[in-house]
């Protein structure tokens, strides 16, 4: 079945690292990809990762698959108080017809 | 203008009221939709067109009814709405059906 789980909330200091973690059920995802979205406004893709790959890594961000747990992470180094949004994580199942099925989000909180 | 926009990004309306959400890209994607996020809710995915054809509606109440004239453009026509239908509505285009979306900066719909 299709089901993506994120924690609610983050807390972390300006400066240091964070990592959002996201766990989804269905083995068949060929993509999986993290949004942001800041207050008022609507969902910016962030990233997004091959399910055929273990670790991708665009400047700041770092993500990790593990595909035997099931286990996404989303780590932003030297975070900063702009990074203060919610995150969500995304599947995309090829059975499903790609169709992307996100999580609940997960609230961080940058504080100085 | 690129990327994904929407109008109006504020919307109060009454229950007896009709009216229109629009969605516009000139991204040359072939797949539009329609996300509802309410707070404390999983963002919902209410309608896909893929090619401008519905290819999707997710047991959506027929108080809302979408349109695709073109590639480029997507309408959500409302009437006779419920308070329980304020929420951010959020359009979003992809490549083909099933790619990375690229979401809009949303209508925040309040329903009086």
């Known amino acids: 079945g299709e089901d993506v789980e994120q924690s609610l909330f983050l807390s972390v200091r300006e400066g240091d690292s964070s990592v959002i973690n996201c766990t989804y059920t269905?083995?068949?995802?060929?993509?999986l990809y993290w949004y942001k979205q800041e207050p008022g406004a609507g969902l910016q893709l962030l990233t997004y990762?091959?399910?055929?790959?273990d670790m991708k890594q665009d400047q700041r961000l770092t993500v990790l698959l593990n595909k035997k747990d099931k286990h996404l992470s989303l780590r932003i180094a030297d975070t900063q108080t702009g990074d203060s949004a919610i995150y969500f994580c995304?599947?995309?199942?090829?059975?499903?017809?790609?169709?992307?099925?996100f999580g609940g989000g997960t609230r961080v909180l940058v504080k100085p | 203008e690129t990327g994904v926009t929407q109008t109006p990004r504020h919307l109060v309306m009454g229950m007896t009221n009709k009216k229109s959400l629009k969605c516009e890209q000139h991204?040359?994607?072939?797949?539009m939709y329609w996300y509802k996020q309410s707070a404390k809710k999983p963002l919902e995915l209410m309608f896909v067109?893929?090619?401008?054809?519905?290819?999707e509606n997710n047991s959506v109440p027929s108080r809302f009814s979408p349109e695709c004239p073109n590639s480029s453009h997507l309408f959500l026509h409302l009437h006779t709405l419920q308070p329980e239908d304020s929420a951010l509505y959020l359009c979003?285009?992809?490549?083909?059906?099933?790619?990375?979306?690229?979401f809009g900066p949303g209508t925040r719909l309040t329903v009086t």
């Open positions: 990762i091959f399910s055929n790959m």
């Open positions: 979003a285009s992809s490549q083909d059906r099933g790619g990375a979306l690229l």
């Open positions: 991204l040359g994607h072939n797949a």
């Open positions: 067109y893929s090619l401008e054809e519905r290819v």
């Open positions: 269905d083995s068949s995802s060929t993509y």
């Open positions: 995304a599947e995309s199942i090829e059975a499903a017809g790609n169709k992307l099925t």
